[in-house]
């Protein structure tokens, strides 16, 4: 079981950039999918969420409107859209898979995380 996050990079605010997560070993699909991040000095915090209870997505109330979070079945891959980047976006991102009941506010909740990739905004 292998979750492999991609698609970091620098950018200018206002910019946008698109994460991808691939699975490997299990099917996306069967598990509640989410995206975390952590900023230097703070603690690892839900970024946004695709349940497998019943398809429904959830975003931090920071990067509501700004960012998108969406799955290709096919792919076995999960995406996270970036747009309108902030200094404060920067941060390393992490892809999460874990049991339906999973939340973005229980990092304990999910069971796999790939390795993380960086993002940095900044002018």
């Known amino acids: 079981v292998q979750l492999q996050a991609s698609g970091g990079g620098s950018v200018q605010p206002g910019g946008s950039l698109r994460l991808s997560c691939a699975g490997s070993?299990?099917?996306?699909?069967?598990?509640?999918i989410a995206w975390f991040r952590q900023a230097p000095g703070k603690e690892r915090e839900g970024v946004s969420l695709?349940?497998?209870?019943?398809?429904?997505?959830s975003y931090a109330d920071s990067v509501k409107g700004r960012f998108t979070i969406s799955r290709d079945n096919a792919k076995n891959t999960l995406y996270l859209q970036m747009n309108s980047l902030k200094p404060e976006d920067t941060a390393v991102y992490y892809c999460?898979?874990?049991?339906?009941?999973?939340?973005?506010?229980?990092?304990?909740?999910?069971?796999?995380w790939g390795q993380g990739t960086q993002v940095t905004v900044s002018s």
């Open positions: 999460a898979a874990g049991p339906p009941w999973a939340t973005l506010t229980r990092l304990n909740s999910f069971l796999y």
């Open positions: 070993g299990f099917t996306l699909g069967d598990y509640t």
């Open positions: 695709i349940s497998r209870r019943d398809g429904s997505t």
